[in-house]
């Protein structure tokens, strides 16, 4: 298996205009997360999925950022007008379920840069 | 809530010394503990775990970890460290409310072995 797959790798772009990160995740996993990692907050959990359905979206900072999962195999993050301090590392990870103890797998993430 | 709390921002040493990467919890209830690596530009990969029984946990790349429940600690540890060990260190922790949809991570240790 290849992993769990991010694109682009780098972004960068202008304030005020749309991102979109895509992901595709691991076949046969159940759940998707997308974190967003900053030097300032670490690593933080912005929204994750079940079964493409998302389950908690209380991590996602404002309504600029929104996330879909269409499919099993596909899912995006998007930033509708960008700002500067949404310049981050964005990870998408998979697993096979939510539980306890379950293994996180991490894409290599989007280095996202708004000027 | 949990939070985890990652004593060394960074720490740099030589090839073949021993190395412990502190990390410390806080939480009122039984916590599954664990640590994940992440190389230059790549996601984040789990290098072991704790979910109960031995104290002692071993892990990937000869690092091993204990857990301390009346220090509510957790560090990291090698013996003898490879410059290919050179990488950002997290712990995080999850509890019995959740799985890894509640993984709470620390804000990472920046390892660095020179030679």
């Known amino acids: 298996d290849a992993g769990v797959i991010q694109s682009p790798r780098h972004e960068v772009t202008e304030m005020g205009q749309e991102v979109t990160l895509r992901c595709k995740p691991i076949?046969?996993?159940?759940?998707l997360f997308w974190y967003r990692q900053t030097m300032m907050r670490g690593l933080e959990l912005l929204i994750y999925?079940?079964?493409?359905?998302?389950?908690?979206d209380s991590g996602m900072p404002e309504d600029r950022f929104s996330a879909k999962m269409p499919n099993a195999s596909f899912s995006t993050l998007k930033i509708q007008p960008s700002e500067p301090r949404d310049s981050a590392v964005y990870f998408c990870?998979?697993?096979?379920?939510?539980?306890?103890?379950?293994?996180?797998?991490f894409g290599s993430g989007t280095q996202l840069s708004v000027l | 809530a949990q939070s985890v709390t990652q004593l060394d921002s960074q720490v740099p040493v030589f090839e073949e010394a021993p190395v412990e990467l502190r990390c410390n919890y806080s939480?009122?209830?039984?916590?599954?503990l664990f640590w994940y690596v992440q190389y230059p530009n790549q996601g984040l990969q789990l290098l072991l775990k704790?979910?109960?029984?031995?104290?002692l946990v071993k892990g990937i790349n000869g690092f091993e970890a204990e857990f301390n429940k009346s220090q509510t600690s957790f560090h990291l540890r090698k013996p003898s460290v490879h410059i290919s060990d050179t990488a950002e260190y997290f712990c995080?922790?999850?509890?019995?409310?959740?799985?890894?949809?509640?993984?709470?991570f620390g804000k990472g240790t920046k390892l660095t072995v020179n030679p």
């Open positions: 995080a922790v999850s509890g019995p409310q959740g799985g890894s949809e509640k993984l709470v």
């Open positions: 939480s009122s209830v039984s916590v599954y």
């Open positions: 704790y979910l109960s029984g031995s104290t």
């Open positions: 999925f079940n079964n493409n359905v998302p389950i908690d």
């Open positions: 076949s046969g996993h159940n759940s």
């Open positions: 990870a998979s697993s096979p379920r939510t539980g306890l103890g379950e293994k996180l797998f």
